[in-house]
Structure formats: structure tokens, C-alpha cells
């Protein structure tokens, strides 16, 4: 291009053209100009640090998620032999089968619960204040944190309420078993009927439903034998110091004549009360003999229970 009108006739720059620069003086850079050959040659960093570290990222937030159990939530940890669980963590409705082997139920808010062999367990319920499983057959062992009152187990026959404790419980196949409670306290019930049976005792479910009473698994075979038969004066007879508890429990199963059995022998274990006379409970209510709980359960050497709290 020819830019011979930038310059006048005598080879002066052209007055219009130095007017114009000075107009648009003000919008020059004062800064130099980049050095392009610089620029061209700088290199990229490497991305590929970047994606690694993201990829933890995201694994370490699915880890987190696939083991973390919520507290209202049962979870199933580990398991041996053949066993059919449906979901790693359990939903309402889910039902839980062994054969061979075991499987572990743990949830943050209640505790743990192992499944032994032959073993048909469903959830229920799994709110923040109940958890309750259904115990079709077989036999579980629950070890629990959670405060009395919140963990049930539904049987066929029976309910067992936990109030914090240890147990295992069995149940056949015609909905009869037996509970044994290692720690604690477990409220065993059945319509109004109910068994409240300590750390250190044992109570049958029969096959009608039927409860038996505690009876202290360190009792003579003579006394169990007893107790299965209601024999009363075989019960009496056998009956140490620390059967005193079951002794007392036996009164709602009596017959007025076996009542009064049952008060002379338990009266040379455990001295009366003023208040609990013979002849008051042969009529016998709950609230005829509730003076004599307190020094029966410190002869039986248990603790006595706690009451949830509210």
C-alpha cells in the first residue's frame, strides 16, 4: 500500500495525520509488547496428577458411603456358609435366612445380633425409638447398647423386649423355645401373660404359647425338673435361698393350696414382710405379694430392674 498521504509535499509528516495521533495518543499501551516467540514455546503442565487425585477423591466418597451405616439402620457384617441376605443393609421387610453357618446384624443404634444355623429372621420395623425383628425359627444371640425398651423380637408365640442386656434365644419350628439371659433383663410376654427373667436365668416358651418362670440356670436338676412338671411339692422341696425368685414368680400359676405351699417355703427363705400374710395370698393379686420383691431379689442376688428412661 502506498503511504506517500501520510507525508506533505516538502517531506514533513502531514498535520492531520500528527492531529490524529495526538487524539488517540491517550488509548496507547504504555506496556511493551509481549515477545510471541516466548509465549509459543512456553509448555503446558501435565493434567494427568489432577485426575489421579480426583479419582481418590471420588472413590474415598463411595467408600464412605457404601460402609457407613446410619444409626437407624441394621447393617449385615460378615457371615459364614450358606445364608441368603438380600441387601448389605437391611430394609424394612427384608428377611435374613441361614443354613449352614451364621450371619452378624449390627446396627449403631441398638447393637448386635448373630443368626446361628437355620435361622429366618424378618425387619419389621426401624424407626429411631423401636427396632423390632420377627424370629420365624431358630436361634439368635443379641448383645445390645441401646436403652430398655427400644429393641423387640417378635416370636410366634411370645415377645421378647429387651431391657438392656445380653440373651440368646431359640425357637423350634412349632413356635415353643427358650430364652437364656446372659446379662441384664429381658421382658418375655405373651397376651397379659409375663415372664420377667434375669441375668442368669432361663424361660421356656411351650408350643400354646404359654410362659414358663425364671428359673436360674445354676438350679439342681431336681428343681428344673420341677418347674417343668409344676410338681409343688417337688418345687418346694428342691427350692435353695436364691430360688427364692422363681418361688415368688409361681404364684400366678397357683391354686390357692399350692399358694400356701409356696408361702411357708419361701417365708423360711426369705422372712415376709408384716403385710404378706398366708391367708392374703391364697387370694392372690400382684399387688399381694409386691412388698416381698425387694428382699426376694437381694437373697437371689440380682439386680434389680432398671427402668427405661423417658
Known sequence: MNDDYLWDKRGEPDAEVQTLE???GRYRSAAPMPDFKRVAVIRRRPMWPFAIAAALIVCAILGAVRFYTPANRWRATDSSG???VPHSILRTGDIVRTERGYVRLQSPAVGTIDLGANTTVRLIENRSRRHRLALA???IHAKTTSQPGIFVIDTPKARAIDLGCEYMLTIAPNGGGELHVIAGWV?????YEQSLVPQGASAVITPEGALSVPVFDDASPAFHAAIRKHDMPSIVAQARTRDAFTLLNLFRLGTPDERGMLYDRLNQLVPAPPSVTREGVRSWTP?????WWRPVLRASRIHALKKPKR
Request: net charge negative; aromatic share 0%.
Open 82 to 84: 450358606v445364608a441368603d
Open 137 to 139: 425359627a431358630g436361634t
Open 287 to 291: 399387688s399381694s405379694t409386691e412388698l
Open 187 to 191: 421382658d418375655l410376654t405373651h397376651g
Open 22 to 24: 495526538a487524539l488517540l
